[in-house]
């Protein structure tokens, strides 16, 4: 389903059925239905036009919207692609009315999102109905979803209708109706998240709007003052929930928690766990109370960082990662500054429900984007790849993680030096540290975090989350 571009480009895969009356063949691809705000239309060997209601739009084309734009066009067969703010949308093939073989509907989501409705030609040719994105491949089996670029790179989908699924070079992840993944790479599997795609509306403070409903005799749109006032949206709220452990790594190589509290308490065997405090926003962990040791962890700064997770916070089977580009750790009276934090935070696993004899198979779901951190200069780079088996005959850890920094590769391994300890584990190894916990009712997750030292590119930092293979 995955076609790969050499502009570095993958496919979004769009396979839908909806209720739809055949359209003949039109010489567009599509008409301008609705624009509002400033929306350019980009065509080859033209200089660029203001896109206005009524206005045909055809192969090749690009939709360019600013802060305040939006645009909606139908094609020939039914589809329907609503363009946001600050979107850039390019109409690559369109082609319908003849056999469905023939069928094309090829989109490029450049920057911004965009909510389609297929029609037809999903219908008809399902492997014809494509829209190409940085990162995923979605297949889908419901008639609409959403689709857009977060401030840090990383992509967001959401379903509205029936099943979807969403596919990288690390793997698929299914959706059902009204949930939503997040994909950092296309070589890291796209992780669920309880934050749905939300894209955003247009600030409501601009001096005055193109109405595309509404133009002028020369036929462009004519403008009309904003409403008199309109509150902004209320900003994402924090949750906080107890009984919930983390681990942190940083820049500094140094694993969980700081000199003077107590590693084997501190994870997910410390008996006070349910009495720990964190607080999340918008997905993303911002500050982790663990109250046996008195140790808060936190995020600072106003970078919005990385967030994944499966499940929700406040459920048994949940586990959540990513990472801060600052924070600080405060143990009584000191607080140590951080950098280049990647975490991983869980609802533990609890004690009598742990495996205690045989080998268990963990793949890799998910995780932050690796650091490397060398002369005091931080490098991002690639998690390519990793499995992890758990040893519960021995309380043994044998993890295998592929990163990637530019051409260079940097394996993490640990066979046999990380111990199981309850639900949480831990071990150095030469030069690398793991630190992790299992999550879900029955050890259904690992999530660890990880720092490597001494290597060609410096200390290499991140956290990886596992789910448990199926039993064969």
């Known amino acids: 389903m995955k076609s790969h571009l050499p502009n570095g480009l993958t496919v979004v895969a769009v396979a839908i059925a909806t209720m739809a009356t055949p359209i003949?063949?039109?010489?567009?691809?599509?008409?301008?239905?609705?624009?509002?705000?400033?929306?350019?239309?980009?065509?080859?060997?033209?200089?660029?036009?203001?896109?206005t209601k009524g206005k045909p739009v055809e192969s090749g084309d690009e939709i360019q919207t600013g802060p305040s734009g939006q645009a909606q066009v139908r094609f020939g067969d039914g589809s329907l692609i609503s363009v946001q703010q600050n979107s850039r949308v390019t109409i690559r093939n369109y082609a319908y009315g003849g056999e469905p073989k023939s069928d094309s509907f090829l989109l490029d989501l450049l920057q911004g999102g965009l909510r389609t409705i297929t029609g037809l030609i999903g219908k008809r040719n399902r492997e014809s109905y494509k829209v190409f994105t940085a990162t995923a491949t979605v297949g889908i089996r419901g008639s609409a979803f959403y689709v857009h670029y977060n401030?840090?790179?990383s992509l967001s989908v959401s379903t509205e209708q029936e099943a979807i699924e969403v596919c990288t070079g690390a793997g698929c992840t299914g959706l059902a109706v009204g949930e939503s993944v997040q994909v950092v790479s296309d070589s890291v599997l796209p992780a669920r998240t309880f934050v749905r795609a939300s894209l955003p509306v247009p600030p409501p403070d601009q001096p005055a709007y193109v109405a595309g409903n509404q133009t002028n005799a020369d036929g462009t749109s004519s403008e009309i003052p904003p409403p008199a006032t309109v509150p902004p949206p209320n900003p994402p709220s924090d949750v906080t929930v107890s009984g919930l452990a983390a681990v942190f790594t940083t820049s500094d190589d140094r694993v969980g928690t700081p000199t003077g509290s107590n590693p084997e308490t501190a994870g997910a065997n410390a008996s006070s766990i349910?009495?720990?405090?964190?607080?999340?926003s918008s997905g993303q962990l911002v500050r982790q109370l663990d109250a046996e040791n008195n140790l808060v962890t936190q995020k600072t700064g106003t970078s919005t960082g990385q967030q994944g997770a499966i499940g929700n916070p406040e459920s048994g089977n949940y586990i959540g990662w990513g990472y801060w580009a600052q924070g600080s750790r405060t143990l009584g009276e000191t607080t140590q500054a951080l950098q280049n934090v990647h975490y991983v935070v869980a609802r533990p696993t609890p004690e009598n429900a742990m495996p205690k004899l045989g080998q268990v198979t963990y793949g890799l779901t998910g995780g932050t984007t690796p650091t490397a951190t060398q002369g005091g200069v931080t490098t991002q780079g690639q998690l390519i790849s990793g499995n992890l088996i758990a040893d519960f005959s021995v309380s043994q850890i044998n993890l295998n993680l592929l990163t990637r920094f530019g051409a260079t590769d940097v394996p993490i391994t640990a066979n046999g030096n990380v111990t199981i300890n309850g639900a949480s584990f831990q071990g150095t190894s030469c030069c690398t540290s793991i630190k992790g916990l299992f999550a879900g009712s029955?050890?259904?997750?690992?999530?660890?975090?990880y720092s490597k030292q001494s290597t060609p590119v410096g200390t290499v930092n991140g956290a990886a989350v596992f789910t448990r293979s199926p039993t064969p």
Do not use: C, E, I
């Open 151 to 153: 401030p840090d790179g």
């Open 24 to 51: 003949t063949a039109m010489a567009a691809a599509g008409v301008t239905q609705f624009a509002a705000g400033p929306v350019t239309l980009n065509r080859a060997n033209m200089a660029p036009d203001a896109l």
């Open 442 to 449: 029955q050890a259904d997750y690992a999530g660890l975090v």
């Open 274 to 280: 349910a009495a720990n405090s964190s607080t999340l």
